[in-house]
């Protein structure tokens, strides 16, 4: 796998967010941001695809999720 298109909607506390990781130069990528920025979030919901669990939205429970990875 050299990328990785992740399309995740209302998934702890994250919107929407559509993005590309490329792994074709290195095997990890850092994600270094400002608190309150949705890392701990992106993480959550990683950790969720990896494990096959449901992401949800802490707020808006009932709002529907997308959380993928393609």
């Known amino acids: 796998m050299q990328l990785l298109n992740v399309d995740i909607e209302n998934c702890y506390g ?3 967010l559509q993005a590309q ?3 074709s130069i290195s095997r990890v990528c850092a994600i270094y941001a400002p ?3 949705m890392k ?3 993480a959550q919901t990683f950790q969720d695809i990896s494990v096959g669990a449901s992401s ?3 707020v808006f429970p009932a ?3 997308t959380c993928s990875n393609r």
């Open 56 to 58: 949800r939205d802490r």
């Open 63 to 65: 709002a529907l999720q």
């Open 21 to 23: 990781f490329d792994f």
């Open 40 to 42: 701990s979030s992106l």
């Open 35 to 37: 608190n309150g920025s």
């Open 14 to 16: 994250i919107k929407k």
